[in-house]
């Protein structure tokens, strides 16, 4: 990669680590108990229970990852619902909502931060995966995880930003041989 998109996914990465942290703690009054960044030679990632996956598309093009603890995803559910009747045969389109929308909206407030470069970016609808599985890092793709520490459990945000989108959408291998 060249040094102008590695500069792009620095601050990818950055305005979305802000933006969630922002959004825990000031709108969802969920505290980060503790932070874990990694990033470089990372062969593999495992989500969560819940995983919701946005592309991005613009001065670079990278996949996000929101991954969710169940009870993390339990007590967003209560917060976004509270004091709606939820029939029972309708909770998990809720929880499927909730994630993707809390995901959209991060990106959004992170996006705002390249607004300025007077590049279109674009956001694909969010794909919700439950179950656990992992991502293999496609040749030329680049991996950064991080791991927030909550009083309900972890979330993780998982960058991958490769080269050429393409290459990635080809190999990236979910929960055992589901391909994106």
Known sequence: MNGKVDE???????????AT??????????AFLSTETYAGEINML???????I???SGPVKALIAFCFD???VSHLVEIETA??????????????????????????????????????????PPLVLEGKGSFRRPKGANFAHVSYKTHYGYMDVDFISPVDLGTVKSGLVINSGVKL
Not at 8 to 18: D, E, G, L, Y
Not at 21 to 30: E, H, M, P
Not at 88 to 100: F, Q
């Open 8 to 18: 792009v996914i620095v601050t990818i990465r950055n305005t979305v680590m802000s």
């Open 21 to 30: 942290a922002a959004y825990f703690q000031n709108t969802l009054d969920i």
């Open 46 to 52: 495992e989500p969560r229970d819940m995983t919701t």
């Open 54 to 56: 946005i592309a991005i």
């Open 70 to 72: 169940e009870t993390v």
């Open 83 to 124: 004091g709606l009747e939820i029939p029972g045969d309708e909770l998990n389109i809720y929880r499927h909502d909730v994630v993707a929308e809390i995901a959209n909206i991060i990106l959004g407030h992170s996006l705002k931060a390249l607004a300025g470069s007077g590049e279109a970016i674009a956001l694909s």
